[in-house]
């Protein structure tokens, strides 16, 4: 197939910083899209893979999956996409099509693995790895392309990708919504969404966090509560009083504690990924017929969605703009904690 050489920004090893690298895009196919990336998001998993944390990570590695960028070329066959078009690519650029999950809309739970917009293998490229948006432009087919409004700050957009579906989607199928009560656990790049998305979809929002400090950041993205979850007599006055709560941190943490603030029925779903297993007590789920329950990102249909939702309700993240040459300090401020609450390259630093 033929391909072309663009900029990009990865790394050739797990302790080697990120650096200018050439990459090959493959040349844009009928029902490809080919768009200029104007902004990229900077998520926890860029690092962890970039870094080779969860092994398997294939070299050279250009991470990114929240990325926003005008459309400059569409292949013969493109319907719903138009050259000079706003566009976004999340975490996902295929998957098999045919499984039942992939059928109803659920890509991210495709039963050969979605095809992850950097590092899975291209069937298109004979295998080689996916290279993802920290880079000048990238190639799609156009069933994983998503339109993206112009009533936005586009880099506030770029962490929708996936901090915004990933938090959208378990509220969405766990109807959150009026009259409900909704806990939010960590206020980071995850949480901050969640509040944001909670609140929007009309919930009372009440937020969880091990730092008093955050309360006035906390009511200013939403939440109508702050409770400091290391302090028992806050906890127990919350207890049983939880239709749902989005749990977002990916450090090791007591499950128990929240959910015995859930109703019966109530459910907790885990978005944060902390290494090691959780321990949870057998009667904290039997004494209120309580779930313990996990989320990925949603679906392209339901991604488009919540891009959608944003749009409708004025909701971005809360940003920072580096560029690109800041990428390997932004890293190291993301394993601090120290930024509220996402980094967002403007790729034109790039050229």
């Known amino acids: 197939m033929e391909t072309k050489s663009i900029k990009a920004f990865g790394t050739e090893a797990a302790e080697a910083p990120l650096k200018t690298l050439d990459i090959q895009r493959r040349a844009v196919q009928a029902h490809d899209v080919e768009i200029e990336i104007l902004y990229c998001g900077i998520c926890h998993s860029d690092l962890h893979s970039a870094r080779n944390e969860w092994r398997g990570t294939i070299y050279p590695i250009v991470p990114g999956h929240e990325i926003v960028g005008r459309i400059v070329k569409v292949g013969d ?22 499984c039942e999950n992939c059928k109803n809309d659920l890509e991210q739970y495709c039963d050969e693995g979605s095809v992850l917009t950097f590092n899975s293998p291209d069937k298109h490229l004979g295998g080689i790895q996916t290279f993802g948006g920290y880079s000048q432009s990238i190639v799609v087919d156009e069933s994983f392309v998503l339109h993206i409004s112009d009533k936005l700050d586009l880099a506030g957009v770029a962490p929708l990708l996936c901090a915004g579906i990933t938090t959208y989607s378990p509220l969405k199928h766990w109807k959150v919504g009026p009259g409900q009560k909704v806990g939010i656990v960590g206020i980071g790049g995850l949480g901050h969404m969640g509040i944001k998305l909670a609140k929007a979809m009309g919930a009372h929002v009440v937020v969880f966090t091990t730092n008093l400090s955050k309360t006035e950041d906390a009511k200013r993205l939403g939440a109508d509560e702050v409770v400091l979850s290391t302090d028992p007599e806050q906890m127990a006055q919350h207890a049983k009083s939880l239709n749902f709560i989005l749990d977002c941190v990916s450090a090791e943490h007591n499950i128990d504690s929240y959910l015995n603030l859930l109703k019966v029925d109530g459910t907790l779903t885990l978005v944060g990924a902390p290494m090691d297993p959780l321990p949870v007590a057998s009667f904290s789920l039997i004494l209120g017929r309580r779930s313990f329950a996990g989320s990925a990102i949603g679906g392209i249909a339901e991604t488009q969605e919540m891009l959608d939702f944003c749009a409708e309700h004025n909701i971005t993240a809360d940003i920072e703009v580096i560029g690109v040459n800041d990428v390997n300090n932004a890293y190291e401020r993301l394993l601090k904690g120290d930024i509220k609450y996402r980094f967002v390259i403007d790729m034109a630093s790039l050229k």
């Not at 996409?81 to 998957?95: H, I, P, Q, T």
Request: proline share 0%.
């Open 77 to 98: 066959h493109v319907k719903n996409f138009k050259v000079g078009e706003l566009a976004g690519v999340g975490c996902m650029v295929d998957s098999c099509r045919e």
